[in-house]
Nanobody, 126 residues
Framework: QVQLVESGGGLVQTGGSLRLSCAAS????????MGWFRQAPGKEREFVAA????????YYSDSVKGRFTLSRDNAKNTMYLQMNSLKPEDTAVYSC???????????????????WGRGTQVTVSS
């Protein structure tokens, strides 16, 4: 059974930092593109960042580029999202997702991901 478990969320002031983790089990981690999405209250879920399984290429939304850094530790089956210079508009529930094994996908398209975690709350106070 595939499980994705997020951790590291919390309350932080504007300009602060957090590091989110996504621990994966039940899958061959190295063969899955992994992504982060977020959903703010009253808004649709949106793409944040992704990392490809084959080349390790990272992708970011324009709103987080230059502030967030995505990485993965294949030995630990864990993906990390380092979030710096946080803004109130970053407040959301952040969820990690895994694409299908061995498949190339459109990393920004939510429907391309097959496994999802429950999410972790990030709140940035002004």
């Amino acid at each position: 059974q595939v499980q994705l478990v997020e951790s590291g969320g919390g309350l932080v002031q504007t300009g602060g930092s957090l590091r989110l983790s996504c621990a994966a089990s039940g899958l061959t981690f190295t063969r899955h593109t992994m992504g982060w999405f977020r959903q703010a209250p009253g808004k649709e879920r949106e793409f944040v960042a992704a990392i490809g399984w084959r080349t390790g290429t990272t992708y970011y939304s324009d709103s987080v580029k230059g502030r967030f850094t995505l990485s993965r530790d294949n030995a630990k089956n864990t993906m990390y999202l380092q979030m710096n210079s946080l803004k109130p508009e970053d407040t959301a529930v952040y969820s990690c997702a895994a694409g299908p094994e061995g498949r190339v996908l459109s990393v920004r398209r939510q429907s391309d991901y097959v496994y999802w975690g429950r999410g972790t709350q990030v709140t940035v106070s002004s």
